[in-house]
């Protein structure tokens, strides 16, 4: 498959901070990555320098083939891009708004026309295409910067944050938007909220101060954590010490977290590096008859890999 | 040149976006009538001319010229919009030409307002129509050049009163550098030729050549002159300023 965008060695020094020190990334053709890290981490920095906003201290970075600078308009051509909180003119219209997009790309006439009425439709803004943006709600305002990122269907689309201070509703939208568009594209998008990744996601990669710190499919990432193999299981609390007792004793538990729901204790049993417990676990239950009213398999946290390899702490 | 004028249409409707656009004008024409009519005694004077129009012009435009370009870049910077006006594939060089140009014409159709008071001279008595339209021109032309100044000023802030007060204070300097107070002090402490220098810098002595009715070349290659050099700084402020974040 076709590497469309790629950050190579990207570095970026402000005085003596280092809030890019050394990152490498490569995004393929149908490929969303998912761009995490804490606040500060850098993904901004790194997302303004894919851009060709901000000159790298160090290193290049890559789009179709061209290296992206200030200078370069063409490999910005290439590129759909929303910046960190989609800044907008507000005393603009929607419709205003995109033809001036269009035109910046060069798109004019019946072409602009049908390319603004496709953005527009793709992230539905068509009934309020005459209204000042300023006077537009915030998942508007997000669409409208959605829109003017796809209008021109670039190669690669960076999206900074796309789905910050948006209603669970608003961000189902824009996730699914986004998921539309990634056949045919090269998508990279920063988010602290991880739930995004694993519904979005083909890849992600973690960064922490500057540097990336995981980066995997998110399944492999969360196969990283200590959750990976545990057994959840609700059980009435009065059976819930003899139960974690007897779990102990198991071979291949690291240990048990409990949690009281009311009249229930929620029990996570952890699993020891590459152990099976489920089955173990499950005669254990069969075996003294007691009641569980739920029993899952963990396939891991990504939160908690997070929290590890940014942190250095497990959860 | 078509991404300029891209640039050029968006910035130049956005002045009429706001109702602010037709109170700066209203407040145009009014200071341009109280200061004519008024301060310059345009009646009194009773004499075909417009010389008590433009005579308070480079001290109208000191004000007015920086308050047209203080929103330029400071209000991009602020509202964040200025990373998305430098990512579009549109080069700086025209989207600075492109909003200069956007306030320039602003300027000039505040400017193309007082015609009117042309019309009334050439209806009151027989005026020197020649003198008039140089007049007109070299006003515009100083307008630009405050203008430049305004627009690079307003690069170095996202407040826009800053960059006001910042516009004013320069073009304050480049404007009084020609006064007779300020030359005669200089007189006293520079050797006579560097006296000249500054005398030439300033905006008066060139627009004074203009009003008289003489299209000098070197007035106008002067004013043509600030005016890219300050558009040349406001490349150099703004390319620092998107370092800068
Ligand atoms: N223009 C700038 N000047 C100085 N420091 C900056 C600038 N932009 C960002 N930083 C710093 O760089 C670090 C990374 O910021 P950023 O890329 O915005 O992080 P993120 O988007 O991951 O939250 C932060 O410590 C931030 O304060
Ligand atoms: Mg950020």
């Known amino acids: 498959m076709d590497v469309l965008l790629e950050a190579r060695d990207l570095k970026k020094h402000f005085g003596p901070l280092r809030a890019v020190d050394g990152i490498s990334l490569s995004v393929k053709k149908g490929e969303v990555l998912g761009f995490l890290g804490p606040n500060g981490a ?19 970075a890559i789009v179709c083939g061209e290296t992206v600078t200030a200078g370069n308009a063409a490999a910005r051509r290439r590129i759909g891009y929303l910046p960190e909180g989609a800044p907008l003119y507000g005393d603009m219209t929607p419709a205003g708004f995109l033809a001036f997009i269009a035109a910046a790309h060069g798109i004019e006439g019946a072409v602009a026309e049908k390319a603004v009425r496709d953005a527009a439709g793709a992230v539905q803004l068509e009934k309020v295409m005459e209204q000042r943006i300023e006077t537009l709600s915030k998942g508007f305002k997000r669409r409208v910067g959605l ?40 998508i990279i998008i920063s988010t602290h909220i991880l739930e995004e990744v694993e519904a979005l996601c083909s ?44 779990a102990k ?67 | 040149m078509k991404d300029m004028m891209t640039i050029f249409r968006r910035e130049f409707a956005s002045y009429f976006a706001t109702p602010l656009a037709y109170v700066f004008l209203v407040i145009f024409l009014v200071m341009q009538g109280l200061f004519t009519f008024y301060v310059g005694q345009f009646y009194e004077r009773e004499q075909a001319d417009l010389v008590s129009f433009f005579a ?11 308050a047209i370009g203080m929103r330029l870049w400071a209000e991009e910077r602020k509202s964040g919009t200025l990373e998305l006006l430098l990512t579009l594939p549109v080069n700086t060089s025209a989207v600075i030409a492109g909003k200069y140009l956007a306030a320039f014409a602003f300027t000039g159709l505040a400017l193309a307002m007082t015609l009117p008071i042309w019309i009334t001279v050439n209806w009151l008595g027989d005026p020197d129509n020649g003198v008039i339209v140089t007049g007109y021109l070299g006003s515009l032309l100083m307008a630009g050049a405050y203008l430049a ?55 008066l002595a060139h627009f004074e050549n203009l009003q008289k ?28 300023k998107r370092e800068a974040g």
């Not at chain 1, 922490?208 to 492999?220: E, F, H, K, L, Q």
Request: hydrophobic letters at 50%; charged letters at 15%.
């Open chain 2, 149 to 203: 100044i305004a627009a690079a000023m307003s690069a170095l802030t996202k407040n826009q009163v800053v960059a006001f007060i910042l516009a004013v204070s320069v073009c304050f300097l480049f404007m009084v550098s020609g006064l007779p107070m300020v030359l005669d002090t200089a007189g006293g402490i520079l050797p006579g030729p560097l006296v000249g220098v500054v005398a030439n810098l300033s905006f």
């Open chain 2, 56 to 66: 308070y012009h480079p001290w109208l435009y000191l004000f007015l010229v920086p």
């Open chain 1, 249 to 315: 004793a198991l071979d291949g538990v690291a240990g048990v977290e409990a949690a009281g729901e009311g009249d229930r204790t929620r029990l996570t049993i952890l699993a020891k590096p590459a152990a099976q417990i489920a089955d173990p676990v499950g005669d254990l239950v069969a075996k003294h008859g007691w009641h569980v009213s739920q029993f899952s398999v963990d396939g891991g946290r990504l939160d908690d890999v997070f929290r590890s390899v940014t942190t250095g702490k497990a959860a």
């Open chain 1, 147 to 186: 829109a003017a990122a796809i209008l021109h269907s670039p190669d690669v689309l960076i999206l900074d944050e796309p789905t910050d201070g948006l209603d669970p509703n608003q961000k189902h939208e824009v996730r699914r938007l986004i998921g539309a568009m990634s056949a045919e594209r090269a």
């Open chain 1, 42 to 60: 850098g993904k901004t920095t790194t997302m303004k320098m894919l851009t060709g906003f901000l000159a790298p201290s160090a290193g290049s």
């Open chain 1, 203 to 246: 890849r992600a990669v973690i960064i922490n101060a500057g540097r990336i710190v995981a980066d995997g499919t998110p399944s492999a990432l969360k196969a990283r954590s200590i959750y990976v193999g545990a057994v959840t299981m609700l059980v009435p609390s009065a059976d819930a010490d003899a139960i974690v007792n007897a």
């Open chain 2, 213 to 240: 009715g003489v299209v000098g070349l070197s007035d106008v290659v002067y004013f043509l002159t600030v005016i890219a050099l300050w558009l040349g700084i406001n490349r150099v402020i703004v390319e620092s």
